[in-house]
């Protein structure tokens, strides 16, 4: 899990895209003008609207929402790639908008890897060369970054492709040499930007893995962009969904599937299975609210933790008729009933 030191910091950070942003954020502020208005009196497209949000050290942060809903527009506040037209961003505690243009360029070589949908290979330079032209940028020497290159081809698993060039790669294999490039300079903070969207599917869950296998070696803090609900939920610590430029709800996938914030969430995570999600936390009864209204537990009723999914809790309850108990630490601090995992998996609502 991430450590809880904050790496990451937004604050009410806003984007207008437009010859008079500052006029038409002032509006938006002041009166409330919608989207569609901004549009019309000021010729100006909101682009994030008034977000905040902190990422923890080592966290997989997924944001995601449906095209246009400001999630790539976003992420590129984080190195500055855009320049927001208001609020404060701060990584590792370097006040973003403070760093000058040679600041600015190291802190991007040094402190953050970023990686996109488009592989942006440079078809003139071998597999290795790719990998360690960020070093390079760095001016450190070649034998040292190209040591250091085929050090994170082989923690990619592409070691014996080092001197091929790009066009020799299936796309997947593309996509594993971006990512190895991003790694090679050691940055702190890793932003991912759709990175697997435009891969097969089966291709795109084998390099979910591998980026999964990385985290766990690596742990790196990392902003990853997504459309796809399943891949959120797959690789994310916590999901943030954003809608209209807004961020309307952050949570760990279980918070956001049992939980959601409004009708929007409610619609966008209903075709989520929840067999994955739910944990046995969210489904049981307080073990003292169940014995204050029922018979004492039976001895034979079987134990899971705390954390065990709801799929594994199904197959438990197959085998008994009676309720579960929820064990942490040697201690029994919740029951399952039967009524309460029914009504989680049809209508993914908890029992009170």
Known sequence: ??????????????????????????????????????????????????????????????????????????????????????????????????????????????????????????????????????????????????????????????????????????????QRVGLARALAANPDVLLMDEPFSALDPLIRRQLQDEFLRLSNILKKTTVFITHDLDEAVRIGHRIAIMRDGRVVQIGTAEDIVMHPADDYVAEFVAGISRLKVVHAHAVMQNVDDYVATHPALPSHAPEVPGNETLSKIIDVAIGTDAPIKVVDDGKTVGVITREALLKTVVEGTEMS
């Open 1 to 174: 899990m991430p450590s809880s030191s904050t790496v990451i910091e937004l604050s009410n950070v806003w984007k207008i895209f437009g010859n008079n942003p500052q006029a038409a954020l002032k509006a938006v502020q002041e009166r409330e003008l919608p989207k569609a208005d901004v549009l019309e009196e000021f010729n100006a497209v909101v682009g994030v609207a008034d977000v905040s949000l902190t990422i923890n050290r080592g966290e997989i942060f997924c944001i995601m929402g449906l095209s246009g809903s400001g999630k790539s527009t976003l992420v590129r506040h984080f190195n500055r790639l855009l320049e927001p037209t208001a609020g404060k961003i701060l990584i590792e505690g370097t006040d973003v908008m403070a760093l000058g243009t040679r600041a600015l360029q190291k802190f991007r070589n040094e402190k953050i890897g970023m990686v996109f949908q488009n592989f942006a290979l440079l078809p003139h330079r071998s597999v290795l060369d790719n990998v360690a032209m960020p070093l390079e940028i760095r001016q450190v020497s070649k034998n040292e970054r190209m040591r250091q290159a085929a050090a994170i081809l082989e923690i990619v698993e592409l070691s014996a492709w080092g001197s091929k060039f790009a066009h020799e790669l299936s796309g997947g294999m593309q």
